[in-house]
C-alpha cells in the first residue's frame, strides 16, 4: 500500500513538473520572441537611418552636378537613362529612369554596397523638373543586422527651363536660387527585417 | 522511500532551471529595455539634428553621461556625437553633413555600444508652387 501512494505521488509530482516545464518553456520562447522583434525593429530603425543617410548624399551630389554643369546639366545627367531601370509600374515611354552609380559617392558605414541603389525617374512629358529619387538599402555583415533593408523616397525640383525665353524670374519664389535643385516637401518611407 | 527521494529531486531540479529560467528571462528583458531606449535616444537626438529648434538644439548642450531611468540612477549611460563634413567631389564644402552618435550602456558587466548614422544636404526645401 505503502509502495502504491509512493508511485502516485512521483507520478503526480512528475506530471505536474512535464506541465510546469512546458509552461516554463513557452515563456521563455515568448521573452526571446520579444527580444528578438526587439532587435529586428531597431536594425530596420538603422537600415532606415542609413537608407536616409544614401539619399541626403545622392541629393547633395546630384544638386553638385546640376550646379556644375549649368545649361547642359540635364542632357549630361539622364545620358546614361535607361527603360531597364524603371520600376515595373513606370515603363511607358514617358518616363525616363536612372540608376545612379555609386562609385563616386561616400556611401554611409555598414551598408552592402553590392546591394545598395540610387535610382532617379521622371515624367518627361508632363513633369521633366520633377524627379523622383529612390534609395534602397540592406545592412552588411559588419552588422548584426545584416539583411535589413530599406527604402526611402524624396521628390526634387529640377530646374530644365530656368534659362532662356520661356524663364520668368518674377514667377521664382524670392531668396532662392533659380539654378538650383530643390526638395518638394513629402518623403515616403519603409523599412523591414 | 525512494519514490520519495526522487520526487525531492525532480522538484529541486525544476527550481534550479525555473531560477535559471528567470534570471535568464529578466536579463533579456533589461536587455530589450535597453535596446529600445538606446535607439529612441538616438533616433531623437537624430531627428533634433534635422530640425534645429531650440529646444532641440539644448539636447546637444547637454551632459554626455547621464542616467537613462529614473528609478536605476547609478545606471549611467554616455551619449556622445560628432558632426563631420562628407565630401561630394565638385560641391562646395558644408553640402553634405554627417552626424553620428553613439549611445554606450552597461550590460551585464560589459559596455554594450550603439551607433547612429545621419546625414543631412543643404539642398533647400522648394517654396515655389
Known amino acids: ?193 | 522511500m525512494l519514490e520519495a527521494v526522487l520526487a525531492s529531486g525532480l522538484v529541486a531540479l525544476s527550481l534550479a532551471a525555473s531560477v535559471r529560467l528567470s534570471m535568464v528571462s529578466l536579463s533579456a528583458n533589461q536587455a530589450i529595455r535597453n535596446l529600445d531606449m538606446a535607439s529612441a535616444l538616438a533616433q531623437d537626438l537624430g531627428e533634433c539634428w534635422g530640425v534645429q529648434t531650440p529646444l532641440c538644439l539644448q539636447q546637444f548642450d547637454g551632459a554626455s553621461a547621464f542616467a537613462p531611468f529614473a528609478n536605476d540612477a547609478q545606471n549611467t549611460w554616455s551619449r556622445t556625437w560628432q558632426v563631420s563634413d562628407i565630401a561630394i567631389p565638385g560641391a562646395p564644402p558644408g553640402s553634405l553633413k554627417e552626424l553620428r552618435i553613439k549611445i554606450t550602456s552597461p550590460e551585464d558587466g560589459k559596455t554594450a555600444e550603439l551607433v547612429w548614422v545621419k546625414r543631412q544636404a543643404s539642398t533647400p526645401t522648394w517654396v515655389g508652387l
Open chain 1, 1 to 193: 500500500m505503502k509502495y502504491q501512494h509512493g508511485m502516485a505521488t512521483l507520478m503526480a509530482t512528475s506530471t505536474l513538473l512535464l506541465l510546469t516545464g512546458m509552461w516554463g518553456w513557452l515563456s521563455f520562447k515568448s521573452v526571446m520572441a520579444e527580444t528578438s522583434r526587439s532587435q529586428h525593429q531597431m536594425f530596420a530603425s538603422q537600415a532606415l537611418s542609413l537608407s536616409e543617410a544614401l539619399l541626403e548624399t545622392a541629393i547633395a551630389s546630384t544638386e553638385s552636378f546640376y550646379a556644375q554643369n549649368g545649361a547642359s546639366a540635364d542632357a549630361l545627367f539622364w545620358a546614361n537613362a535607361r527603360p531597364q531601370d524603371c520600376p515595373s509600374h513606370q515603363t511607358s515611354s514617358q518616363w525616363q529612369c536612372l540608376s545612379l552609380s555609386l562609385e563616386n559617392l561616400p556611401l554611409p558605414d555598414g551598408i552592402d554596397s553590392s546591394k545598395a541603389q540610387v535610382k532617379l525617374l521622371r515624367d518627361l512629358r508632363n513633369a521633366p523638373h520633377k524627379v523622383i529619387l529612390m534609395t534602397d538599402v540592406s545592412l552588411n555583415n559588419s552588422h548584426p543586422g545584416t539583411g535589413s533593408r530599406a527604402t526611402v523616397q524624396q521628390a526634387l525640383f529640377i530646374p530644365v527651363h530656368a534659362q532662356g525665353s520661356t524663364f520668368n524670374p518674377k514667377q521664382w519664389p524670392e531668396g532662392i536660387d533659380p539654378m538650383r535643385v530643390q526638395r518638394v516637401a513629402g518623403t515616403w518611407k519603409n523599412a523591414g527585417y
